[in-house]
């Protein structure tokens, strides 16, 4: 409704523009066109001789020249004493008898127009001509204008307005469409038939909308029901410890073994924890630079490994070879081969190795863990690394999943400038290859 105002409005200026234009110009072709015959006037008769009839012939003549247009003529004696008219006389009542002295140029309206000028040292004429016809041009072109753009605006109006309650009523109903969807429910789908393709493409931007809430809502879900089952296993080994030690007296050696075992399950919680935080507040960008070995942080950080791998008949092995020395952030980066490690003694069985190999060579160094398990399927081995993807492939009682330690191995690496790779391992499952730059590449340092 709006922009048919605005329409209107500027409909009405153009026109109305135009028609000043176009009276603009009529009038300075009429000043021209009087100006010019007063000239051939004056020059006809300065070659004649002087008196009525010689004016009269030569008034005939430029009026045969100019059919359309009706001339009158006047003329004083100098001293104001009437000389003669000529051409068309009725239309000179029109002329206000005074007015007779040289050098007017008036429009006396209708058409008309008003010149007077010497023609000889003793005598004043006057022109008047009759022009109305390009006048009726004029106004007849201000009111077929004006009337069309009357009739446009209205004709706009009541387009716009019906064109606004259609829309009005197709937006409704996928406002009650919207209202009706449960989000929660993956079967129900926002479907309105028989709309604009204006509001379809709305309609197509909202069902991706809703597509994206439910994946999302899908990924809490598998993380939440993820993240529940890794701080759960943790705190169950704990209570089914501690209630076994108490069940009787222990002596002082067996207390010491329940409260050893206790610190390390204490110590999967507060990784889970640290992988939760990293994984909240992940940036692909390396936090601290530092040059450190290896392979002396991975005695120290994988002991735990080891000992919880011994306690299930599980060897951790640790190799190392060539130049260790790496520059980046030691956290992250041990964080990474720490999580590798526990998934591996995780999925393999009594009786089982697990070997962790560091090789430093070159400008590269090189982390590979290999163990016995079920391995990774080639259709899976990019998508474990997303948090708490769930595979096919399952050994270890209701496992959810591979946790979040993959995903953040992959990003601490990828942030290194490094890459990651799951292959398989000649153990016989899986082997998780990290090939670190010794200095983190500038891109993303």
């Not at 105002?5 to 110009?25: N, P, Q």
């Not at 000043?31 to 012939?57: C, D, I, K, N």
């Not at 599980?314 to 990474?336: C, F, K």
Request: aromatic share 6%; with cysteine.
């Amino acid at each position: 409704m709006l922009g048919a105002l605005t329409a209107g409005v500027v409909s009405v200026s153009v026109i109305w523009t135009s028609s000043i234009s176009l009276r603009s110009a009529v009038r300075d072709e009429e000043l021209a066109h009087g100006r010019e015959e007063v000239a051939e006037m004056r020059a006809y008769f300065s070659a004649t001789e002087q008196v009525p009839s010689s004016f009269e012939s030569i008034a005939v003549a430029l009026q045969e020249n100019h059919p359309a247009t009706r001339f009158s003529w006047r003329v004083w004696k100098n001293n104001g004493e009437h000389w003669g008219d000529f051409g068309e006389l009725s239309q000179l009542e029109r002329v206000d008898p005074l007015r007779n002295e040289a050098g007017l140029e008036e429009e006396l309206g209708g058409g008309f127009s008003w010149f007077t000028s010497e023609l000889s040292d003793e005598l004043v004429m006057g022109l008047l001509f009759n022009n109305s016809e390009a006048a009726l041009v004029v106004d007849q072109f201000w009111l077929n204008t004006s009337t069309f753009a009357s009739v446009a605006l209205i004709l706009s109006a009541l387009g716009g307005l019906m064109i606004g309650r259609q829309a009005g009523h197709h937006l409704s109903k996928v406002a009650a469409n919207v209202r009706s969807i449960d989000a929660l429910d993956s079967t129900q789908d926002l479907v309105v038939p028989n709309l604009p393709v204006e509001i379809s493409a709305v309609v197509e931007a909202l069902r991706d909308m809703l597509g994206n809430i439910r994946g999302e809502r899908d990924r809490v879900m598998v993380m939440t029901a993820g993240l529940a089952h890794e701080l759960r296993s943790p705190i169950q080994n704990m209570l089914g410890s501690t209630e076994v030690a108490l069940l009787r007296d222990r002596d002082g050696d067996r207390y010491r073994e329940v409260l050893t075992d206790q610190i390390d399950e204490l110590r999967s919680l507060a990784r889970v924890v640290d992988n939760l935080v990293v994984l909240c507040t992940r940036k692909a960008t390396v936090e601290s630079h530092e040059c450190f070995d290896v392979a002396r942080e991975a005695r120290i950080r994988i002991e735990r490994e080891r000992r919880r791998g011994a306690r299930d008949s599980i060897e951790v092995e640790l190799l190392e070879s060539g130049d260790l020395e790496i520059e980046g952030d030691r956290e992250a980066l041990m964080l990474a081969l720490g999580n590798l490690v526990e998934n591996a003694v995780y999925w393999s069985l009594p009786g089982d190795k697990v070997v962790v190999n560091l090789d430093g060579r070159g400008n590269t160094v090189e982390l590979t863990v290999d163990d016995s398990g079920p391995g990774v399927p080639h259709s899976e081995r990019e998508k474990i690394f997303e948090a708490f993807f769930q595979g096919a492939a399952k050994s270890r009682e209701h496992r959810i999943g591979y946790g979040l330690g993959l995903a953040l191995t992959r990003d601490a690496v990828l942030a290194h400038g490094g890459e990651v790779k799951v292959e398989d391992s000649p153990l016989g499952g899986a082997r998780f290859r990290l090939s670190l730059p010794r200095v983190p590449v500038s891109e993303f340092a």
